[in-house]
């Protein structure tokens, strides 16, 4: 059976690959030099890239951006291979999940506060996630002020990010779908 070099060049060729892959590089370029802790507190231009990843490519968009993310976090950091490769995939699971359970996108323009929504939940609940499982698993001490601080500003990142998706999609990306 003859492939179709088109079909290919449609699916793995488009711009909107490309716009997520570089998404992506953004989210890892983001948060790769700040420590372990500090970096799940500062995740804004993360949640914006994988925002914006989901916008673009409207199905799995955040998946593939959070892909890009975690593959490069997991070279980075070798230690915790598996856990920055599959916090990154939820998240971007959940934003893409998100995003369609509350209908955000609405032909050309974003209904806010579903956005506001949709990315604050999903970064609660990955935040809520990954500070579970790594004080279960003995990777991080159990510390909760550390993890209250951890929790409120990354919702506090995820409401920013949702405003500044809003403003980016609404001022440069809307004319360009």
């Known amino acids: 059976m003859k492939r179709d070099p088109r079909t290919f060049k449609k699916i793995f060729g488009s711009k909107r690959l490309a716009v997520a892959t570089l998404l992506g590089t953004i989210a890892f370029a983001s948060t790769c030099f700040l420590p372990t802790p500090i ?11 994988f925002a914006l990843g989901s916008l673009i490519i409207a199905k799995g968009g955040a998946m593939y951006t959070a892909l890009t993310n975690g593959v490069l976090l997991s070279i ?32 050309d323009h974003l209904r806010r506060r579903r956005l506001v929504a949709a990315l604050t939940l999903s970064t609660m609940i990955t935040g809520l996630v990954s500070m579970y499982l790594t004080t279960l698993m003995g990777l991080m001490p159990a510390a909760p002020i ?26 440069y990306l809307v004319r360009a779908q």
């Open 39 to 49: 970096d799940k507190m500062f995740i804004v231009i993360q949640a914006l890239a």
């Open 76 to 107: 980075l950091r070798t230690g915790f291979f598996p856990f920055s490769l599959v916090f990154s995939l939820i998240y971007g699971l959940l934003i893409d999940a998100s995003f369609q359970a509350f209908r955000v996108r609405k032909r």
């Open 146 to 171: 550390v993890y209250a601080a951890i929790l409120g500003i990354g919702i506090l990142n995820g409401v920013i990010a949702a405003y500044l998706t809003l403003l980016i999609w609404n001022k």
